[in-house]
């Protein structure tokens, strides 16, 4: 279960770069005339992509106004989705997914990892300003968990030993490479397939 922060320190402003700008033009010609509302997640990730990983106050209220919606409805969609952050952090931002099935395929062991590598507490940016980590539900990669998403990308099939390597190789400033870490290419069975045998496709 993951808590909700809303950073004390707020920029007095937020305006869409160009960039972002495009983006929003792109995602309110979505929906029909008088229904610009619809666009409000697309752009409080754009708003998200454009500072840092995380949305000021600001941009909540530029998105209103662009919108033409009250604040207070940005505010509820910002706060109620775990994928939009209201306060800084860190420039590898780790989501720990815990639910059910990740659960039980050790999780928690995961959530300890960060505990130990990255900060005791989740939403908490470790000494160096590098990590962050946050508990989340179900990032829809349940079928290779335990699963953490890093920024933008999946890293799946993890254990303990396999998320402190990775944590290590961008503390070597080496990228490491997303998807599954036993193998896997997608979410095919391992060893050998025991279904649909004579479906040459499965
Ligand atoms: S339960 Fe973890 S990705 Fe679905």
Redo the contacts with the bound molecule.
Sequence with gaps: MSIKKISKDQPKDFVFDDKSLKAVNKAISNYPKNRQQSAVMSLLYIAQKQNDNWIPLAAMKLIAKTLNMPYIKVYEVATFYTMYNLAPVGEYFFQV?T????MIRGAYKLVDVCKKKISKNESVISKDGKFSWLEVE?????VN???IQINEDYFEDLDPDKLEKIIDKINNNEKPIPGSYRGRLSSEPENIRKTLLNNKNA
């Design positions: 997914c639910t059910t099935p990740c179900c990032l829809g990669a349940c968990s335990p699963m």
